[in-house]
T-cell receptor, first 114, second 112 residues
């Protein structure tokens, strides 16, 4: 059973704060890691992808990957009320192959209050 | 910016009826996927499709489900005899190279 676990939330932070979202995965052969944002009733929207250990920054978002600990996180700096959504961690065993199945966590609901 | 599109946005059907959900993946993408999300639950993989054949399917994707790419642009999911538990949001996704997947807006299916 390939599990992706996320902290249950909900997570509530004030505007301008840093939001930290965490995810662990059970399958050691996982190669590709993604963070999606999902607004209520909408589809997952890709925010970040990360494939190598370390940090990857894109604007206000930083993804961190530690394959030894089977851990991936997302930091959102200068959080805005528009960041309020459910954040989904997704994991893929393959990379650039037909093993494209994404395993999703249940998501962490983030609320940014003004 | 190119997007995955899906039709219809909502579908209501009677139990036992057949439904076809349609998707137009992003042009020049080669990998196509269907996922579903039952209300309040996690997004679940159904099937992936590459080079005109199924490359992987989940335990959910049983004989009542089928996929087809009838022409160069459409990608369809057929549910032959719908059950109440098939009520969910169905998402199509596409990927240029089997890595990053871009999701369509979804079809909300309600089986009565």
């Amino acid at each position: 059973q390939k599990e992706v676990e996320q902290n249950s939330g909900p997570l509530s932070v004030p505007e301008g704060a840093i939001a930290s979202l965490n995810c662990t995965y059970s399958d050691r052969v996982s190669q590709s890691f993604f963070w999606y944002r999902q607004y209520s009733g909408k589809s997952p929207e890709l925010i970040m992808s990360i494939y190598s250990n370390g940090d990857k920054e894109d604007g206000r978002f930083t993804a961190q990957l530690n394959k030894a600990s089977q851990y991936v996180s997302l930091l959102i700096r200068d959080s805005q009320p528009s960041d309020s959504a459910t954040y989904l961690c997704a994991v893929n065993r393959g990379r650039g192959s037909t093993l494209g199945r994404l395993y999703f966590g249940r998501g962490t609901q983030l609320t940014v209050w003004p | 910016e190119p997007e995955v599109t899906q039709t219809p946005s909502h579908q209501v059907t009677q139990m036992g009826q057949e439904v076809i959900l349609r998707c137009v993946p992003i042009s020049n993408h080669l990998y196509f996927y269907w996922y579903r999300q039952i209300l309040g639950q996690k997004v679940e993989f159904l099937v992936s499709f590459y080079n005109n054949e199924i490359s992987e399917k989940s335990e959910i994707f049983d004989d009542q489900f089928s996929v087809e790419r009838p022409d160069g642009s459409n990608f369809t999911l057929k549910i032959r005899s719908t059950k109440l538990e098939d009520s969910a949001m169905y998402f199509c996704a596409s990927s240029p190279a089997g890595e990053t997947q871009y999701f369509g807006p979804g079809t909300r299916l309600l089986v009565l």
